[in-house]
């Protein structure tokens, strides 16, 4: 059995990387993200293409090296590398324990933009709290974070349950940041009511009504997008 080394993987990564990289799309990539970071300029498509053979690679992995697979992306200084890790724990999460959500909560809160914390608040995050009932606690937590970024964790981390998404937290999270004024909480409020909408819309037009006066006009568009047509 081949034995995962997660360096030596980002190592190899970044020769694929490498030689796709495109300056000039490195740009514009670099300007659409705000100049929060820099790239290689290599599409989305391709990054997945070129990680695939790592993520074959890490079923032999453990947990504690599929983290140290994802903290070796975040070290690294192109955007795609973040990606990279980024997919890794998707694919894996379902290796992660509760004792990985630490690492979790630092990739959250180091190199943070909607980017990268969506795919962990959702593909994570979401699976790691469903199977283990320990992390709903750090989800409370989380909810009242004077970091932005965990507090959209907590608000998205149940965009893939559907019919199994516990209501009456998915509400208690958006009443509570339902006057935020920053615009990643307050998306992040619409996209969630919008999904849990398709299993609950009458829940969901009620949850709007009832808070009419306290949520922004962004959420409340968001979560009734569907609901409108």
């Known amino acids: 059995m081949t034995v995962f ?5 980002v190592d190899e990564l970044a020769k694929g990387l490498e030689a796709e990289a495109d300056p000039e799309r490195a740009e514009n990539m670099a300007r659409y993200m705000k100049n929060h970071f820099v790239f290689f300029g290599v599409q989305s498509p391709v990054v997945r293409a070129l990680t695939k053979p790592v993520l074959t690679e890490a079923k032999t992995a453990t947990a504690d090296q599929v983290v140290e697979f994802a903290h070796e992306c975040w070290r690294r ?4 590398f973040q990606y990279a890790g980024a997919l890794m724990t998707r694919k894996w999460a379902g290796k992660l324990g509760p004792e990985h959500l630490p690492d979790v909560e630092t990739l959250i809160t180091t190199k943070s933009w909607w980017d990268t914390v969506d795919t962990l608040a959702a593909h994570t995050v979401g699976p790691m709290v469903r199977a283990h009932p320990e992390p709903a606690a750090t989800m409370d937590r989380w909810i009242e974070s004077e970091n932005l970024w965990l507090a959209r964790t907590a608000i998205l981390h149940q965009l893939g349950y ?7 937290r998915l509400f208690r999270y958006c009443s509570m940041r339902a006057e935020d004024r920053e615009f990643f909480i307050r998306k992040a409020i619409g996209w969630a009511l919008r999904q849990y909408a398709r299993v609950e819309p009458d829940a969901v037009r009620r949850f709007v009504t009832d808070n009419e006066d306290r949520l922004s006009g962004l959420s409340k568009r968001e979560a009734l997008k569907h609901l409108n047509r």
Request: charged share 50%.
């Open 5 to 9: 080394d997660p360096v030596a993987a």
């Open 77 to 80: 200084d192109q955007r795609e």
């Open 162 to 168: 559907k019919e199994a998404t516990d209501g009456e």
